[in-house]
């Protein structure tokens, strides 16, 4: 239960005095649906307004606040044209406010003719005219409401101005209770750090106040770490069972190659995690290819060997049909059952294989997460794996956990790379195991940039491609983040390539497809029927096609580095020499360039994502937000970077020396967590 003195915090802005469904629909859209969405909604500019008297004392560009008298009206000849107040300063000289958009009977209320009126905004001229447009206040001189000489400025979308959402904040402010201190007093000191109230205030008043935002970052990463750490705690607490295999199945299997040594390696971490009572927690990352899923399947055999059962979840029914695929035919001629379960399998096939988890006839079962479903029982659960993580949150995670009487072993697969800060900042409860080396043979990727205006040389370039009868993908723009314009491109780009190519040449596969239709397609292009696959980003993750050997994305410089490598891990798996283009826009950032530019000189995970962090400095972290995991709001990529090592020993203090949740700071920390929502980890550690 959250903390009542928090409840007003949490109320719906819907709720406040003013704010209806008009203004709702803004808010939503920056994420700000509760009061404290908008208390942590913090400003990123500042306007510093310079007050003058005449408007000679201003320079054009400066942002002025000034005492003008209108004088006349000017309305445009069409509607449509601007309309434009002539107004006048004590010494006589002359500006026009200029409005736009047929607002002219707004502007005619603020400025009746011939009353002074105190005015802010930028200062510009247009040909040998002064002019002011759409002055951000207005209000009668010697009012209550004088101008602010400085504003905090706020990301805003359309439909809410920064007056409006300043209001929003005040009374957010005004709400914040007095909440005891959670951070250890001499680092608080140390830093020279305010109170969490002090903190709020300073950082809406200004965006440059470092102690203040970096308290309140701080605050957020700690919430996470703490939580981390008590869900570790609770985890290691229980007792599950030590699994060690006899070797007679994995000795069985018979593999046209030997295991690298990076395989070998992690082979033996897994192995004596699995051997220990206490539950395995191991995150295994390894790039695309590295050959995880035969660690994986090892891991699940000695499992199977000890008398016990293991799943593999994976987050996509495609991925699940082809890990299914994949494993029964490495499992072929060994005294291994292995099934799937999906949501789709319905009737007497579910029946079946529920009846086979129960009764301990199925050794190993592959899914999507309706293998956790409440119908689904197993007799006997000792291992889970859990593959392409980074679709899973840690509440998913922990659900899996609780599925057999003993918590079973939990090997947790991804592939996206994570860089050593980020993953104590998200997986911080896990171990982690690191494959750092491809199998032999594979030609690295050639990556190319290549401009969006050479468009019909890429599409004559993937026709050639596809006459030597070698496949390709080409993967859409993430367009606004909106799905339905994501799939509108693709469907558009696979209109035009089957305009140039042939109808039954391109295969098109989307989030919004029904799954048998989608795994049709994809059945399709794995058996060579279909030369190009025209995809939004569903094929992300994991799926095996060796015969594709070009890769073109469309607008690469939307996608995150982790991605694009994830979509570059998809060529490259055959023998053929694989490449991919990288599509840019015409206009890119020196960020975005160089970021592209990575892209083309390494082929290396780890290298991107440790690079990728430090370019980005900041918003958005490595397409985490997307995972469903614990997700930075407030804190960017370089205060994560700069603060998580002192949050990961200020929290382990809390635990370990101050007595955790039920010690003297426990009250405090709980605030903490319950701000920043990372209170899942509360109830666990007490029913632990
Ligand atoms: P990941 O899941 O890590 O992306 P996979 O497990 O799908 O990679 O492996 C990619 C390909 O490499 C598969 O075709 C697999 O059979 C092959 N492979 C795995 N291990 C080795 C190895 N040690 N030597 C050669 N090929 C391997
Ligand atoms: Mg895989």
Known sequence: MRPEILNPLFAALTDLKGVGAQLAKPLARLGLERVVDVLFHLPTGLVQRHPVDRLDDAQPGQQIIVTLTAQDYRSG??????????????????????????????????????????????????????????PDHVSEPDSDAAIATSEAVYPLTEGLTNARLTQLVEIALERRPELAEWIDGPLLTSRNWPTWREALTRAHASPHDAAAHDRLAYDEIFASQVALMLIREGLRKRKGRAV????????????????????????????????????????????????????????????????????????????????????????????????????????????STLMGLADGSIDILVGTHAIFQDAVTYRDLALVVVDEQHRFGVAQRLMLTQKAARP????????????????????????VSRIDEMPPGRTPVDTRVVSVDRLDEVVGGLERHLE?????????????????????????????????????????VHGRMKGPDKDDVMARFQAGEIGVLVATTVIEVGVDVPAASLMIVEHADRFGLAQLHQLRGRVGRGAAKSVCLLLRSQNLSETARERLALMRETNDGFVIAEKDLELRGGGELLGLKQSGDADYGLASAEQLVRLLPVAH????????????????????????????????????????
Not at 89 to 94: C, L
Not at 97 to 121: D, I, N
Not at 408 to 431: C, F, K, S, W, Y
């Open 244 to 351: 060690a295999g006899d070797g007679r199945l994995i000795d069985a299997l018979r593999l046209p190659f030997g295991l690298t040594g990076a395989q070998e390696l992690v082979g033996r971490e897994i192995a004596a995690d699995m051997g220990r009572e206490t539950p395995m927690l191991r995150m295994l990352q390894g790039d695309v290819g590295s050959g995880k899923t035969l660690v994986a399947l090892r891991a699940m055999l000695a499992a199977v060997e000890a008398g016990t059962q293991a799943a593999l979840l994976a987050p996509t029914e495609i991925l699940a049909r082809q890990h299914f695929a994949t494993l029964q035919a490495m499992l072929a001629g060994l005294p291994v059952n292995i099934a799937i379960l999906t949501g789709r399998d319905k009737g007497r096939v579910r029946e």
């Open 468 to 508: 030597t009868g070698a496949q390709a993908y080409w993967v859409c723009p993430l367009v606004a983040e909106s799905e339905m314009s994501e799939l509108a491109a693709a469907e558009g780009r696979a209109a035009l390539l089957r305009e140039r190519l042939g109808a039954d040449r391109v295969g098109l």
């Open 77 to 134: 000849r069409s509607p449509r044209a601007p309309f434009g107040v002539d107004a006048f300063d004590a010494s006589g000289d002359h500006v026009r406010l200029v409005y736009f958009g047929r607002t002219s009977g707004l502007a005619k209320k603020l400025f009746p003719l011939g009353e002074p009126r105190q005015v802010s905004g930028r200062l510009d001229t247009y040909g040998e005219m002064r002019q002011i447009v759409h």
């Open 408 to 431: 079973p072993h939990l090997l947790v697969m991804t592939a996206t790379p994570i860089p050593r800060t980020l993953q104590l900042a998200n997986h911080g409860e896990m171990d």
């Open 649 to 688: 020993d200020d929290a382990r203090l809390f635990v370990e020396r101050d007595g955790g949740m039920d010690g003297a700071r426990g009250e405090a920390v709980r605030h903490c967590l319950y701000l920043f929502e990372r209170d899942a980890a509360v109830p666990l550690l007490r029913s632990g």
